[in-house]
């Protein structure tokens, strides 16, 4: 079975950073774009970033955007998700995904794979 093994997280303060990290198995990885949502109570989940399965391009939300990063590192089939100058309505529960196709998409429904989900809490 097919796995996507997330880690990081947890409590920040605003103004904080925090790394979510995401590993694979290596054909997964070499097959993959791979994306980051995220969901908060009472909301719908929602598109953070993605990136290709070559790391070529790359995509943010703009509630995001110029704060979070999406890398990719091959020698360890990880993908992460550097996160700096977080605030608070960055708190949720963050998810990693993968499709199988080159490149990636904002649309959650188009993943698939799913990672178990990490809390992220940023206080003010």
């Known amino acids: 079975q097919v796995q996507l093994a997330q880690s990081g997280g947890g409590l920040v303060q605003a103004g904080g950073s925090l790394r979510l990290s995401c590993a694979t198995s290596?054909?997964?990885?070499?097959?993959?774009?791979m994306g980051w949502f995220r969901q908060a109570p009472g909301k719908e989940r929602e598109f953070v970033a993605a990136?290709?399965?070559?790391?070529?391009?790359?995509y943010y939300a703009d509630s995001v955007k110029g704060r979070f990063t999406i890398s990719k590192d091959n020698a360890k089939n990880t993908v992460y998700l550097q996160m700096n100058s977080m605030k608070p309505e960055d708190t949720a529960v963050y998810y990693c995904?993968?499709?199988?196709?080159?490149?990636?998409?904002?649309?959650?429904?188009?993943?698939?794979?799913w990672g178990q989900g990490t809390q992220v809490t940023v206080s003010s």
């Open positions: 995904s993968a499709r199988y196709k080159v490149d990636g998409s904002r649309r959650w429904d188009e993943y698939d794979l």
């Open positions: 990136i290709s399965r070559n790391g070529g391009n790359t």
């Open positions: 290596g054909r997964t990885f070499s097959s993959c774009a």
